[in-house]
Nanobody, 124 residues
């Protein structure tokens, strides 16, 4: 079992920055690939970014590429999402997730464990 707890959400003006954190506990954190997803009201949960455990390769949705950066610190069992140049359309609940098996990093079905989410609101 892996437990995931997100933090760092809040209210920010357009153009501002936030850093989300996801603290993991339970089974060996370094064995998992980690992802960030988001869900806006009335919309499906969508992929934001992922980082592979083996070599820290990163993957991003086109909508956040160049603005968001995912990173991980295995010693602290924590994954981060640095969000810069935020836009109102980035407003959503952000979730971190852990996967141990196959499947595309971009699909929610590939992930085994989920955090409870943290709200990010970007005002115009």
């Amino acid at each position: 079992q892996v437990q995931l707890v997100e933090s760092g959400g809040g209210l920010v003006q357009a153009g501002g920055s936030l850093r989300l954190s996801c603290a993991a506990s339970g089974r060996t954190f370094s064995s998992y690939a980690m992802g960030w997803f988001r869900q806006a009201p009335g919309k499906e949960r969508e992929f934001v970014a992922a980082i592979r455990w083996s070599d820290s390769s990163t993957y991003y949705a086109d909508s956040v590429k160049g603005r968001f950066t995912i990173s991980r610190d295995n010693a602290k069992d924590t994954v981060y999402l640095q969000m810069n140049s935020l836009k109102p359309e980035d407003t959503a609940v952000y979730y971190c997730a852990a996967k141990s098996g196959g499947g595309s990093y971009r699909y929610t079905s590939a992930y085994d464990y989920w955090g409870q989410g943290t709200q990010v609101t970007v005002s115009s």
